[in-house]
């Protein structure tokens, strides 16, 4: 589960944000302590509510009653720079964090600079590899504003204590997510769970973990959530936009593809994922007859944990078939709603009639279509 899609704390009703180069200030109260944001509203609600974009990136709801101020002057906005960003989470983070930066990234960790420079090399790799392959179809991508973040634990105790407050309980069965609210990524040191702390994050141990059973499936989750970050930064999709759960999970689960056999532990896009076939082949003989339908009209069989495995596989597939076989089509729906407000939430027959309008009315005969495409798969 990643932290993308976990809900907002606070829901209101919204109007279209009205875009602004001014700096916007609101002093809010939470838990009985005050807060001073200082960014750009995202939104302004009708009951005046406001959804603040800070210049460090994080995203902050806050409603009429948690507020005790609220202004704007002439000042106009500005992300933070390098310096400033590196200095907030020095603030934040416990004794002890270095930085290693790239040309896109920032990585705060407390494990060894080799595991940081291995992950800042995977990071660039997939960056340019998904600004490559969304550029040659077509789709104009941004340059993140603000510096791509990614908090790295040297052990697995250390991050969970940190991420327990945005994951609860649920930290525990997380190796790394991405965050809306903050923008950044959270992870821990992944050769921690095996070797000694001496060879913790060298190149040997880093090679060790790699060869290990289960190593596809944590590559997959660090390319997965740094997927999502890039996506959202990008301008391919948008922060607390509604976007389907089956659009952007599936295309995390499209770009995830490992590749243990590489240094770098992936190597390509696009390529067949073989967990999520064999997945939704399993999940064939018992697949509903409205299956495509229920996942495109919510997000309820993503989010259901009886039903997310399912779900994920096919929300791979469909992905695999709508870039593959509708490529032209894709770009277009994908255009649309990358250019969504907001915390303005479809009803499920809007989702099914922007599917429909993208890709024809006839579910059914796609529907086939698709299923006839991944049982070619191999």
């Given at each position: 589960?990643?932290?993308?899609r976990?809900?907002i704390?606070?829901a209101?009703?919204?109007?279209?944000?009205?875009?602004?180069?001014?700096?916007?200030?609101?002093?809010m109260?939470?838990?009985?302590?005050?807060?001073?944001?200082?960014?750009?509203?995202?939104?302004?609600?009708?009951?005046?509510?406001?959804?603040?974009?800070?210049?460090?990136?994080?995203i902050?709801t806050?409603?009429?009653?948690?507020?005790?101020?609220?202004?704007?002057?002439?000042?106009p906005?500005r992300p933070f720079?390098?310096?400033?960003?590196?200095?907030?989470?020095?603030?934040e983070?416990?004794?002890?964090?270095?930085?290693?930066?790239?040309?896109?990234?920032i990585?705060?960790?407390?494990?060894?600079?080799?595991?940081?420079?291995?992950?800042g090399?995977?990071?660039?790799?997939?960056?340019?590899?998904?600004?490559?392959?969304w550029?040659?179809?077509?789709?104009?991508?941004k340059?993140?504003?603000?510096?791509l973040?990614?908090?790295?634990f040297?052990d697995?105790?250390?991050?969970?204590?940190?991420?327990?407050?945005?994951?609860?309980?649920?930290?525990d069965?997380?190796?790394?997510?991405?965050?809306?609210?903050?923008?950044r990524?959270?992870?821990?040191?992944l050769?921690?769970?095996?070797?000694?702390?001496?060879?913790r994050?060298?190149?040997?141990?880093?090679?060790?973990?790699?060869?290990q059973p289960?190593?596809?499936?944590?590559?997959?989750?660090?390319?997965?959530?740094?997927?999502?970050?890039?996506?959202?930064?990008?301008?391919?999709?948008?922060?607390?936009?509604?976007?389907?759960l089956?659009?952007?999970?599936g295309l995390?689960?499209?770009?995830?593809?490992?590749?243990?056999?590489?240094?770098?532990?992936?190597?390509t896009?696009?390529?067949?994922n073989?967990?999520?076939?064999?997945?939704?082949?399993?999940?064939?003989?018992?697949?509903?007859?409205?299956?495509?339908?229920?996942?495109i009209?919510?997000?309820?069989?993503?989010?259901?944990?009886?039903?997310a495995?399912d779900?994920?596989a096919?929300?791979?597939?469909?992905?695999?078939f709508?870039?593959?076989?509708?490529?032209?089509?894709?770009?277009?729906?994908?255009?649309?709603?990358?250019?969504?407000e907001?915390?303005?939430?479809?009803?499920?027959?809007?989702?099914?009639?922007?599917?429909?309008?993208?890709?024809?009315?006839?579910?059914?005969t796609l529907?086939?279509?698709?299923?006839?495409?991944?049982?070619?798969?191999?």
């Amino acid at each position: 589960m990643s932290a993308c899609r976990l809900g907002i704390i606070v829901a209101f009703v919204c109007t279209a944000a009205t875009p602004t180069w001014a700096l916007d200030r609101v002093v809010m109260k939470r838990d009985g302590v005050e807060h001073t944001l200082v960014g750009r509203f995202v939104v302004t609600a009708e009951d005046g509510g406001v959804m603040v974009e800070t210049r460090d990136g994080a995203i902050w709801t806050v409603p009429p009653e948690e507020q005790v101020s609220k202004s704007s002057d002439a000042e106009p906005y500005r992300p933070f720079t390098t310096e400033e960003t590196i200095a907030t989470l020095r603030a934040e983070l416990p004794p002890g964090f270095e930085i290693y930066q790239t040309k896109h990234y920032i990585i705060c960790f407390n494990t060894s600079r080799a595991y940081a420079q291995w992950c800042g090399s995977l990071f660039e790799r997939l960056y340019q590899a998904f600004q490559n392959y969304w550029t040659n179809r077509g789709f104009e991508l941004k340059e993140p504003e603000h510096p791509l973040t990614a908090i790295v634990f040297a052990d697995r105790a250390s991050y969970a204590r940190f991420a327990r407050n945005e994951l609860g309980d649920g930290v525990d069965a997380i190796i790394g997510y991405y965050s809306l609210r903050t923008n950044r990524m959270t992870m821990y040191d992944l050769t921690g769970t095996a070797g000694t702390a001496g060879d913790r994050g060298s190149a040997a141990q880093i090679s060790q973990t790699l060869a290990q059973p289960d190593a596809a499936k944590t590559v997959a989750t660090i390319v997965h959530e740094a997927t999502h970050q890039i996506a959202f930064n990008c301008g391919l999709h948008r922060r607390y936009a509604d976007i389907p759960l089956w659009v952007s999970e599936g295309l995390a689960v499209y770009f995830e593809t490992p590749d243990v056999g590489n240094s770098k532990g992936w190597s390509t896009i696009g390529a067949v994922n073989h967990a999520r076939l064999l997945t939704l082949r399993n999940f064939g003989p018992r697949r509903p007859a409205d299956s495509l339908e229920t996942l495109i009209r919510d997000d309820a069989r993503m989010r259901n944990p009886q039903q997310a495995v399912d779900a994920y596989a096919e929300a791979w597939a469909l992905n695999y078939f709508l870039l593959n076989a509708r490529s032209l089509q894709y770009r277009a729906y994908i255009k649309e709603l990358a250019a969504k407000e907001p915390l303005s939430w479809d009803k499920p027959e809007e989702r099914l009639d922007a599917f429909r309008r993208a890709f024809g009315n006839d579910l059914t005969t796609l529907d086939r279509e698709f299923q006839r495409y991944i049982s070619r798969l191999r």
